[in-house]
Nanobody, 114 residues
Framework: VQLQASGGGLVRTGGSLRLSCLASGSDFPIGLMGWYRQTPGEQRTLVASITARGSTNYADSVKGRFTISRDNTKNTVYLEMNSLQVDDTAVYYC?????????WGQGTQVTVSS
C-alpha cells in the first residue's frame, strides 16, 4: 500500500492550498483517513480525520479554516486549507487505516509567509 501526498507549497498569510493524498495498492476497503502535520523538533499532530462514511474531526486550531473530504471511488483524501497562517507552516502527512494496518504518505511541505 502506498500513499502519495501532493499539493503543498509556499503561500502568503491568508492564502489557500489544497492537499491531496492518493492511496493505492490495497485490496481492502480504506477506513479512517487523516492529515497530520509536523514541525522540526515537534511531534506529529492530528489536523483532521474523516471516516469512510464521511464523519470528520478537526484540531481546534484549524476548525472553520480547513476542510477534509474524501472520494472513496478514487481512494483519495483532500485537505482544503483556507485563511492560512504562519503557524500552519509544517510538513503535512496523510495516513490511512486499512484492515489491520496504518499507512503513511511521504509528507508535503506547506510554508506560509507573512
Amino acid at each position: 500500500v502506498q500513499l502519495q501526498a501532493s499539493g503543498g507549497g509556499l503561500v502568503r498569510t491568508g492564502g489557500s492550498l489544497r492537499l491531496s493524498c492518493l492511496a493505492s495498492g490495497s485490496d481492502f476497503p480504506i477506513g479512517l483517513m487523516g492529515w497530520y502535520r509536523q514541525t522540526p523538533g515537534e511531534q506529529r499532530t492530528l489536523v483532521a480525520s474523516i471516516t469512510a462514511r464521511g464523519s470528520t474531526n478537526y484540531a481546534d486550531s484549524v476548525k472553520g479554516r480547513f476542510t477534509i473530504s474524501r472520494d472513496n471511488t478514487k481512494n483519495t483524501v483532500y485537505l482544503e486549507m483556507n485563511s492560512l497562517q504562519v503557524d500552519d507552516t509544517a510538513v503535512y502527512y496523510c495516513n490511512a487505516f486499512i484492515r489491520f494496518g496504518v499507512y503513511w504518505g511521504q509528507g508535503t511541505q506547506v510554508t506560509v509567509s507573512s
